[in-house]
């Protein structure tokens, strides 16, 4: 159904390296047309996923990323999943899927 979203997850991912786990809290959302992750431990608040988003979807999150500086969130319904967020994050805290 066009337009229906949800913030359907929050959960955690492991990463492994040689000398350490890290782990990553992920929240998802679901859209017709795919899916939308933030990692926000990763989301350093530069602002650039907000500025490149063709559709003005990504938004300013009260809640705080990875230097204290507030991270992104979105309306995910109006998702076109060009994943022009994801090309520009310079952290890789955004991923998009297309269904
Ligand atoms: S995938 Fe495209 S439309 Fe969706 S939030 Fe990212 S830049 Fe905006
Ligand atoms: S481009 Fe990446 S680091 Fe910058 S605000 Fe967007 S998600 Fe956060």
Known sequence: MVGHSELKDRSEATTSTADQDQRFSVERWATARGSWTLFPELC???GLCIERCPV???KWSPELGAYGTN???VKAEGCITCKICAYYCPDAA????VR
């Not at 955004?94 to 899927?97: D, K």
């Open 71 to 73: 991270r992104v969130t």
């Open 94 to 97: 955004i991923s998009v899927t």
């Open 44 to 46: 350093k608040g530069c």
């Open 56 to 58: 003005d979807v990504i």
